[in-house]
């Protein structure tokens, strides 16, 4: 069996020295980036099987790092930040992110998320991370969407913004993406553009 890789992308010497200690004690192999361009170079070169991401980094955002990341690759990421306002939450799990851990944290519960996801993320035959989608009954997935979730899907299908859709429906912009994150969860994707055909598909097969 291959080794797990786990990219640790973190300017803190300190923090990054602690948490690569713990998920190396773990058997992970951890390679280490101390900045947004770096953690790019080495996703592109290593392909690891999961990111721990901070958020403040010297040169770019994580979140920005998260949506490069995004364009070519399903690897889990998972957000760690001293900034815990639930916009900034729903912001790393809407652009991407499949986990936020707020500092400071136990290292411990940190390396319990990362299993985690790495869990949700393989197949039963292991090997390097890759997405293996549960097929979810349309009439399932119909139960699961509360009637505000299928309102501003519907509203989504229309081609509204987050912000036009909040002014419809008298919320913020923060209670949009809120929202958004729970439907994408529900119907297991990663967008607005899949939500949407996701939803259209089980139209069409007659569900709704």
């Given at each position: 069996?291959?080794?797990?890789?786990?990219?640790?992308?973190?300017?803190?010497?300190?923090?990054?020295?602690?948490?690569?200690?713990?998920?190396?004690?773990?058997?992970?192999?951890?390679?280490?980036?101390?900045?947004?361009?770096?953690?790019?170079?080495?996703?592109?070169?290593?392909?690891?099987?999961?990111?721990?991401?901070?958020?403040?980094?010297?040169?770019?955002?994580?979140?920005?790092?998260?949506?490069?990341?995004?364009?070519?690759?399903?690897?889990?990421?998972?957000?760690?930040?001293?900034?815990?306002?639930?916009?900034?939450?729903i912001?790393?799990?809407?652009?991407?992110?499949?986990?936020?851990?707020?500092k400071?944290?136990?290292?411990?519960?940190?390396?319990?998320?990362?299993?985690?996801?790495l869990?949700?993320?393989?197949?039963?035959g292991?090997?390097r991370?890759?997405?293996?989608?549960?097929?979810?009954?349309?009439?399932?997935?119909?139960?699961?969407?509360?009637?505000?979730?299928?309102?501003?899907?519907?509203?989504?299908?229309?081609?509204?913004?987050?912000?036009?859709?909040?002014?419809?429906?008298?919320?913020?912009?923060?209670?949009?993406?809120?929202?958004?994150?729970?439907?994408?969860?529900?119907?297991?994707?990663?967008?607005?553009?899949?939500?949407?055909?996701?939803?259209?598909?089980?139209?069409?097969?007659?569900?709704?």
């Open positions: 069996m291959s080794e797990t890789v786990v990219l640790l992308v973190e300017d803190d010497e300190d923090i990054r020295e602690l948490v690569a200690g713990y998920l190396e004690n773990e058997g992970y192999r951890v390679e280490e980036a101390d900045s947004g361009r770096r953690a790019l170079e080495l996703t592109e070169s290593l392909r690891p099987d999961l990111i721990v991401l901070d958020i403040l980094l010297p040169d770019m955002s994580g979140f920005e790092v998260c949506v490069n990341v995004r364009e070519k690759h399903n690897m889990p990421i998972v957000f760690m930040s001293c900034k815990d306002e639930a916009e900034d939450i912001s790393g799990l809407t652009l991407g992110g499949d986990d936020y851990v707020t400071p944290f136990d290292p411990q519960v940190l390396v319990m998320r990362v299993k985690a996801n869990r949700r993320y393989r197949g039963t292991g090997g991370a890759d997405i293996q989608p549960v097929r979810i009954p349309a009439e399932q997935l119909l139960q699961a969407l509360t009637k505000r979730e299928e309102e501003i899907m519907d509203l989504m299908a229309l081609g509204l913004t987050n912000e036009e859709i909040a002014g419809r429906l008298s919320v913020s912009v923060g209670t949009v993406k809120w929202f958004n994150t729970q439907i994408f969860s529900k119907l297991d994707v990663k967008s607005r553009a899949q939500a949407i055909a996701k939803m259209h598909e089980i139209r069409n097969a007659g569900s709704f």
